[in-house]
């Protein structure tokens, strides 16, 4: 049985090596995230498991693995894989969904603070009193608590109820929305389901944990953006094509609202030219949200749990329905 790897982010493999050789399994690693389909093709015409992190799994690639019968992203999400036509092959797609939940909550948490609170505007503060040998606060104010305010999540599966439950120790009144949650979650997590227009507008700080698709794509664009309050700030740690980052400029260069903090591009990482370097009451991190030594591990491991369930006949962990 054969597995293969078409790109990574480990700073080398060796652990899953020492794996698959016990397992008794053919395996073969690459770095071709940017890969042609042709090229991909080529390297995986005849494996039975892909192990895929960025690299696109387009219909041309999955009308020519004759062989496979799983693949498994490397991540949370799984737009880069053509799911429609995986499933017409018969082709299982699996996703790991319970890894980094804790890290990109915090980097979300971190992000909605350091706005709000303007760190950028603190450090200019800083700089500018130091110079003049008095304190200098104009960069800053105003400044708003961030206790007692109205918290929007837009999207509350695994981490946005992660996000919920630590903005919920910060006294914030928090609003939800997120059409798929059921009726019995919502009464478990003492939520309402609101429409989007009720979150945009009530909200003083919104943070976006839905997923990336036809129906979420530029799902934040000028239109909505209008709806936030002036003082309102909006923080991106799902995926960069939820929001209009056009139209998210000319609202931070314009005052619409107060702020944004943003860890996840369209192209990544994002051109010299990209609309929101520069802009003084932008944050952006590099996409660095799922990232800690201890999330490494976790999603190696369950991966690997993945390629031993198949070789036992089990199904993967999460398999994208």
């Not at 429409?195 to 919104?206: A, G, K, R, W």
């Not at 664009?221 to 094509?241: D, F, S, Y």
């Not at 990232?291 to 490494?296: I, Q």
């Amino acid at each position: 049985m054969k597995v293969a790897i078409t790109d990574y982010i480990e700073a080398d493999l060796e652990w899953e090596k020492q794996v698959f050789n016990d397992l008794e399994l053919d395996y073969s690693f690459y770095q071709m995230k940017h890969a042609t389909p042709n090229q991909l093709i080529e390297i995986l015409k005849d494996t039975d498991i892909v192990i895929v992190n960025m690299a696109k799994i387009n219909r041309e690639v999955l009308t020519n693995l004759n062989k496979c019968k799983l693949i498994i992203r490397h991540g949370v999400g799984y737009d880069n894989i053509d799911i429609k036509s995986a499933k017409e092959y018969n082709i299982t797609v699996s996703y790991v969904p319970d890894y980094c939940r804790e890290e990109v909550a915090e980097q979300a948490v971190m992000l909605l603070l350091s706005t709000y609170r303007k760190i950028t505007q603190q450090f200019e503060s800083m700089r500018m009193s130091v110079e003049k040998n008095e304190w200098d606060f104009s960069p800053v104010v105003p400044v708003r608590r961030f206790s007692g305010k109205n918290a929007g999540i837009i999207g509350c599966g695994r981490i946005g109820q992660k996000v919920l439950n630590i903005l919920r120790g910060f006294n914030t009144n928090v609003l939800v929305h997120d059409p798929l949650l059921s009726e019995r979650r919502l009464k478990e997590l003492g939520i309402s389901n609101l429409s989007l227009e009720e979150v945009l507008t009530q909200s003083d700080m919104i943070t976006i944990h839905c997923t990336l698709d036809a129906s979420t794509y530029h799902m934040i664009g000028e239109k909505e953006l209008r709806m936030m309050k002036p003082e309102g700030i909006i923080v991106n740690t799902a995926r960069g094509g939820i929001i209009d980052n056009e139209a998210l400029a000319k609202a931070c260069k314009e005052s619409w609202i107060a702020g944004a903090g943003i860890d996840v591009f369209e192209k990544e990482p994002p051109q010299n030219n990209f609309s929101l370097i520069g802009v003084e009451n932008v944050i952006l991190t590099p996409h660095l949200s799922w990232y800690s030594v201890d999330a490494g591990w976790d999603i190696r491991k369950k991966i690997v749990e993945d390629v031993k369930r198949f070789i036992n006949g089990q199904m993967p962990r999460y398999p994208v329905k």
